[in-house]
């Protein structure tokens, strides 16, 4: 299980004043405490509706990489911000994402080569989000097909079947768990699988309670990564046990401390 922080996030208030002010060391602080957590990548998302998108990503990305080598995911769904975030980035990177929508492939997959990044494909289009685990696994199908197109491999990419709020349709939880065990039978060796975790449990009253049940759930459908928050410690702890239970590592009295 590969655990991507969704903390450096400007969703947050406290980390959209930090970009805002331009705080290096706070965000930095930030940073090392995800990575302290256990997180293995960090998504880095200057947050909603800036005018200053490309100079935030790029000031955040550099910030960020004097403390950490790990990947950085770069989470925007604007080509000049992804530029911007790609350009600055130092150590492998996941862009964070493109959509099954021709106009966002044809903008993302260039860059996805020429930066020899990692990247993540949301399995939805200009219709949306859709409702069933099948429609998912075609859109998967056709953004397999069209990165090849673009000598972009399988290995390199990471699909999303979106994870949407409980609140809003509970129908669709089953559904996403549907679609990561038909994303693994769609080439072989599998390609890897990702969600946004928290969106899961957006509204509810015990949100990690939520997340760390659902995450269980993704993990027994054979999930490969996730961004969430590490530093919930009972979710981490929730994922090292997953991780005994699908014999990816030995147990042993002590495992949560080893
Ligand atoms: N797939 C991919 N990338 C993603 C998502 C996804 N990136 C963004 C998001 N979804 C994952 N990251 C978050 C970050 C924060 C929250 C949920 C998912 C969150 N924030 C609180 C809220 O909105 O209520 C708290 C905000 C605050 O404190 O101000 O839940 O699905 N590829």
């Known amino acids: 299980m590969f655990v991507i922080s969704e903390r450096i996030n400007g969703l947050f208030v406290s980390v959209g004043k930090a970009i805002d002010r331009r705080d290096a060391r706070w965000v930095q602080d930030h940073a090392v405490l995800q990575i302290e957590c256990g997180a293995q990548a960090l998504d880095i ?24 080598d790990l990947p950085l995911c770069i989470d925007t769904p604007g080509t000049k911000t992804m530029t911007a975030g790609l350009k600055a980035a130092k150590n492998r990177t996941i862009m964070n994402s493109t959509t099954a929508q021709k106009k966002h492939m044809d903008a993302l997959f260039p860059l996805c080569r020429e930066y020899g990044s990692d990247i ?23 953004m397999i097909t069209t990165a090849m ?10 699909l999303d079947p979106l994870v949407l709020p409980t609140k809003a349709g509970q129908d669709q939880g089953m559904k996403v768990i549907k679609a990561i065990e038909m994303f693994q039978a769609l080439n072989d060796p599998p390609i890897r699988t990702v969600v946004g975790l928290s969106n899961i449990s957006n509204g509810c009253k015990d949100r990690p309670l939520v997340n760390r ?6 993990m ?6 996730a961004i969430l928050d590490p530093e919930d410690k009972e979710m981490m702890e929730t994922i090292k046990t997953a991780q005994v239970l699908r014999n990816e590592k030995l147990y042993c009295d002590d495992y949560l401390r080893a």
């Open 220 to 225: 027994g459908a054979g999930l490969s990564a």
């Open 149 to 158: 197109e673009h000598e972009i491999m399988p290995d390199r990419l990471l």
């Open 213 to 218: 049940t659902y995450m269980a759930m993704l």
């Open 120 to 142: 993540i494909c949301l399995t939805m289009d200009e219709k949306g989000i859709p409702n069933d685990a099948e429609s998912r696994t075609e859109l998967a199908m056709l």
């Open 45 to 68: 998302n200057v947050g909603p509706g800036r005018d200053d998108g490309p100079a935030a990503m790029e000031w955040l990305v550099n910030a960020v990489q004097e403390v950490t």
